[in-house]
DNA sequence: GTGGTCTAGACCACT
DNA sequence: GTGGTCTAGACCACT
């Protein structure tokens, strides 16, 4: 399954769909055209209220993402790909802008902030060998 | 002054107070046994509720980053610094650890978020010398 | 083919066929005692499930505007024209009714208003006059 | 008050009151930097689910027209009024380009479609003369 | 006091 | 079957 919640989290379990649905589809998990799980389906896999996974839904309609056929189903956008892999990049890049100046203007050294940044990418890029 | 806050933020007003004068006694702005500035003061400065700057410094002494002398005001422990570092740190790469996870995640390859971390922190270095 | 249907529009899909089939009964392009086209042939035409062209089918029968000889097929009434014609002018009416007052309670004055009705009037006729 | 409901409308509750707080907006009735009504108050005030009051400023926050503060409540923007009133002439603009593509296409001659126009608009703006 | 999130459940429209 | 709206009510975080 594409979504993982961790209802433990500080983000809210819709914000949390709406990044595993984005990443899912920024990956090619699932390509324009495609009907993508209704709303009580998904609901049920991933054991929330359906009015949660709707507003989540609700969102990746609002950024052009996904689109409805009424009826039928929620279904990915034929622009969806390129879409989500530049909100997915803009918010990478602001997370990594706001980490580095705030480590900065703790007086942390430039060298030092790459090595802990070089152990993150280290360690995930491993364990995406491990996979293959 | 060294807190600066952004009312417009999500990150709640309090959590940006901690942030800020954490920031600032890890780079060395404030020193162990130095004096905070009182809560009604910082208030006035940041054109915060007192309530607000009361909540971060209350959070900054169970931290053990400062202590309270009764009647006197906050001043920094001797070990405020460390801590401080150590915390920034942590924060910092749990931050990392999340976009790049995120990142990979939604198909992104190693070496373009390297790049853009590149760019974040090349901006921030450049932007720093030229205050300098 | 005088039915034109928008997937992504907000406006139903059978509602999207009631005003295009009024539309065009209106326009003189089916005229009374014509036979309109099935059900299913309409379906495969406009891509559309056959039983929202039914629903629509039903609705115009309703309003007097067609009529079922069963085994042949459905048929123009013969007040279909006028009918159908009062029915897009009764529409228009409120549609624009509900536009202008919108507008003026949002303040924005009459002769503004005006302005951009006659744009939108301009626009559409000379269209229709490229076309011929 | 400046929020009117019809619960009998189609138009979904949460639309008329982004409808009618943007009108209000765009009118001047709530000025830049003033705070809006709490969710709460126009609840009560509107007889309508708080939730659905919520739903109702998430968009016009979105929209860059009004802004939390959190902790004390909803703030009209600066640019309020300026983005209330494109927003406006947008919906208008629009709205009176279907109406008017739908009555030529139905063979509605263009003297007809302003004569219903224009009847529109006297009757508004005579209205607003007897309000003055 | 303020807004934000979530659940449970009803009811509706559309295909 | 599908999604969309709404209510009632709980619980939480922030100021």
């Given at each position: 399954?594409?979504?993982?919640?961790?209802?433990?989290?500080?983000?809210?379990?819709?914000?949390?769909?709406?990044?595993?649905?984005?990443?899912?589809?920024?990956?090619?998990?699932?390509?324009?055209?495609?009907?993508?799980?209704?709303?009580?389906?998904?609901?049920?896999?991933?054991?929330?209220?359906?009015?949660?996974?709707?507003?989540?839904?609700?969102?990746?309609e609002?950024?052009?993402?996904?689109?409805?056929?009424?009826?039928?189903?929620?279904?990915?956008?034929?622009k969806?790909?390129?879409?989500?892999?530049?909100?997915?990049?803009?918010?990478?890049?602001?997370?990594?802008?706001?980490?580095?100046?705030?480590?900065?203007?703790?007086?942390?050294?430039?060298?030092?902030?790459?090595?802990?940044?070089?152990?993150?990418?280290?360690?995930r890029?491993?364990?995406?060998?491990?996979?293959?």
């Amino acid at each position: 399954m594409s979504v993982q919640i961790s209802p433990g989290s500080h983000t809210p379990i819709y914000q949390q769909i709406i990044n595993g649905l984005r990443d899912a589809i920024a990956a090619g998990v699932y390509r324009g055209g495609e009907m993508l799980p209704s709303i009580r389906e998904l609901a049920v896999q991933i054991r929330v209220n359906p009015n949660t996974v709707q507003r989540a839904y609700e969102a990746l309609e609002r950024d052009g993402i996904i689109y409805v056929r009424r009826g039928l189903g929620m279904f990915v956008t034929n622009k969806a790909s390129r879409t989500a892999r530049a909100c997915v990049e803009e918010q990478m890049r602001s997370a990594l802008d706001d980490a580095v100046a705030r480590a900065l203007s703790a007086g942390m050294r430039a060298e030092k902030v790459r090595e802990i940044f070089d152990e993150s990418l280290a360690k995930r890029t491993d364990l995406s060998e491990l996979k293959a």
